[in-house]
Nanobody, 123 residues
Framework: QEQLVESGGGLVQAGGSLKLSCAASGGAFRSYIMGWFRQAPGKEREFVGTINWSGGTPSYADSVRGRFTISRDSAKNTVYLQMNILKPEDTAVYYC????????????????WGQGTQVTVSS
């Protein structure tokens, strides 16, 4: 059974950093597109970035490009989201997702989801 488990969220001051982890198990994730999304209260789930587990350059939303970095560790079946220069508007629940197809920026394309981890950035 495919499972994604996020960790690493928390409370941080503006300008600080956090690193989120997404541990994948139970599926052929190494052939999947892995995505990070976030959802703030009252807002739609928003694309943050994606990475192809098999390689290639990650893709990022304009709002996080240059501040966030997605990476993966195949040996650990884990994808990471390094978040630097955090802003209060980055406050949201962050989700890891996986898709065996094309993935992309639309969260509705993704088949598997983690439970989410809260990131709160204080001003």
């Amino acid at each position: 059974q495919e499972q994604l488990v996020e960790s690493g969220g928390g409370l941080v001051q503006a300008g600080g950093s956090l690193k989120l982890s997404c541990a994948a198990s139970g599926g052929a994730f190494r052939s999947y597109i892995m995505g990070w999304f976030r959802q703030a209260p009252g807002k739609e789930r928003e694309f943050v970035g994606t990475i192809n587990w098999s390689g290639g350059t990650p893709s990022y939303a304009d709002s996080v490009r240059g501040r966030f970095t997605i990476s993966r560790d195949s040996a650990k079946n884990t994808v990471y989201l390094q978040m630097n220069i955090l802003k209060p508007e980055d406050t949201a629940v962050y989700y890891c997702a996986a898709d065996p197809g094309w993935g992309g920026r639309d969260y509705r394309n993704y088949r598997y989801w983690g439970q989410g981890t809260q990131v709160t950035v204080s001003s």
